[in-house]
């Protein structure tokens, strides 16, 4: 009987180790009828010139994103959830005078009444910052990855150490996480003559629900580029061997 009961606990284990997992593939495509052509691996990026500039955009896809984690950590999402929208910006200055460019001040439209805003280098440091300081670490243990109560518990305790002594206490992860944004952000600046800067832009995650999502980005010496993706959403089942 005992041994019945081990098989069946084993077989139980076996079974939910691998469990397969739903996961929503989002794609946005740009939307056909537009000023923007279609470029790139399999027309997924939106290209415009307009006088001497030509803008790019494509979105980035949750298998992509994943890809910039480092150490494991990543600001864009967890193995299975996504927190924003991420769009891929290429500007190329084809004049012979600089322009300048902020791709934070980048819009994007998912039909609800309010714009969502890029969010900055900075958006994300104030981010990482309201989720509270790091637990002290044990002697001779190494630090654990906190909960997200165990964070929100004591934000108000790293309010007051900003208050007292004008700095915050980081989780080690949350390093791991501003490198992943200052390696993956476009900066604002110039783009000198003959120059081509590429990066991405980030926004509240959209609407799943919405068939169309647009991209308005603003005006680098010339009027704003306006890009339309068409959003389409699958459902991808993967197995987990074992957790």
């Not at 958006?123 to 300081?133: C, R, Y």
């Not at 600046?189 to 832009?201: D, Q």
Request: glycine share 6%; with cysteine; hydrophobic share 35%.
């Amino acid at each position: 009987m005992q041994k019945k009961v081990i098989l069946l606990l084993f077989l139980t284990l076996l079974l939910l180790s691998c469990a397969a997992v739903k996961t929503a593939v989002v794609t946005l495509a740009p939307a056909a009828g537009w000023e923007q052509e279609r470029s790139g691996i399999n027309g997924l990026t939106a290209s415009l010139k307009k006088a001497t500039v030509k803008v790019s955009a494509r979105y980035v896809p949750f298998q992509e994103i994943k890809k910039a984690a480092i150490n494991g950590f990543n600001p864009y999402g967890s193995d299975t959830k996504q927190y924003y929208s991420v769009f891929e910006i290429t500007v190329d200055n084809e004049g012979s005078s600089p322009v300048n460019f902020d791709p934070y001040k980048c819009v994007m439209l998912d039909g609800r009444p309010e714009q969502h805003k890029a969010i900055s280098e900075k958006d994300f440091t104030e981010i990482f910052k309201s989720m509270g300081p790091a637990l002290p670490e044990k002697p001779g243990e190494p630090n654990r990855q906190v909960t997200e109560e165990e964070r929100y518990e004591n934000a108000e305790i790293n309010r007051a150490i900003d208050r007292l002594y004008g700095y915050q206490i980081y989780y080690p992860d949350d390093h791991f996480k501003k490198d992943v944004i200052a390696k993956t952000l476009l900066k604002p600046g110039n783009i000198a003559p003959g120059e081509t800067k590429r990066g991405w832009a980030a926004f509240e995650l959209a609407r799943i629900e919405a068939p169309y999502v647009s991209l308005v980005i603003p005006e680098i010496g010339t009027p704003d580029f306006k890009f339309r993706f068409e959003q389409s959403v699958s459902i991808e089942e993967t197995k987990q061997e074992g957790r």
